[in-house]
């Protein structure tokens, strides 16, 4: 199985601030990651896939990048709605496999 | 606009058996896009539980697969999963999902979950 290593696991920080969250596979799975949002009692949501395409309607103050093992999701200037927890997903081969997670909060 | 809403019992004994059927508005279940089963037990990740593509092909969690089951009735336009000998680590948020086709497509449609408590 592929294993995905989120780093952090915690993040505080303050509106407006820049913040990357790095996700690191086991082994090498071209662009095949996806990045979720999900806040509390909620469903997670598609933020991003390839890696690097941002879903439709996701604002562009989030990006991603990376391909291989290493992927990093960032966030420009964050905003009140983006203290959730996000996840990163690998699509490239069965079983499909998620990091632990990156729960972010306001400082 | 694609929904998918998830229905089963909320409280399932011990090793008794979780079924739960997820019921898909707004695309046609017998296309090529794949069908999912996620979960996420309380304050914790999710996990992948197993996969339903239209042509019959099946992928399970490996450490899932002696005890689950996930079909298909496109006449009714819903997939199910089955869960056999349940205990209480199998508690958590379940949810059904439209994975896009090919390599490296997402999950981008989901339920909104339903909660499965294992208790006796």
């Known amino acids: 199985d592929i294993q995905l290593t989120q780093s952090p696991s915690f993040l505080s920080a303050s509106v407006g601030d820049r913040v990357t969250i790095t996700c690191r596979a086991s082994q090498g799975i071209s662009s095949h990651l996806a990045w979720y949002q999900q806040t509390p009692g909620r469903a997670p949501k598609l933020l991003m896939y390839?890696?690097?395409t941002l879903q439709s309607g996701v604002p562009s103050r989030f990006s991603g990048s990376g391909s291989g093992t290493e992927f990093t999701l960032t966030i420009s200037s964050l905003q009140p709605e983006d203290f959730a927890t996000y996840y990163c997903?690998?699509?490239?081969?069965?079983?499909?496999?998620f990091g632990q997670g990156t729960r972010l909060e306001i400082k | 606009q694609v929904q998918l809403q998830e229905s089963g019992p909320g409280l399932v004994k011990p090793s008794e058996t979780l079924s739960l059927t997820c019921a898909v508005a707004g695309y046609s279940i017998s296309n090529t896009y794949c069908w999912a089963w996620i979960r996420q037990p309380p304050g914790r990740g999710l996990e992948w539980i197993g996969s339903f593509y239209p042509g019959g092909n099946t992928y399970y969690s490996p450490s899932l697969e002696s005890r689950v089951t996930i079909s298909v009735d496109t006449s009714k336009s819903q997939f199910s999963l089955k869960l056999t000998s349940v205990t209480a680590a199998d508690t958590a948020m379940y949810y059904c999902?439209?994975?896009?086709?090919?390599?490296?497509?997402?999950?981008?449609?989901w339920g909104q979950g339903t909660l499965v408590t294992v208790s006796p």
């Open positions: 997903q690998q699509l490239n081969s069965y079983p499909l496999t």
């Open positions: 999902a439209r994975r896009v086709p090919g390599s490296g497509g997402p999950h981008d449609y």
């Open positions: 390839a890696a690097s």
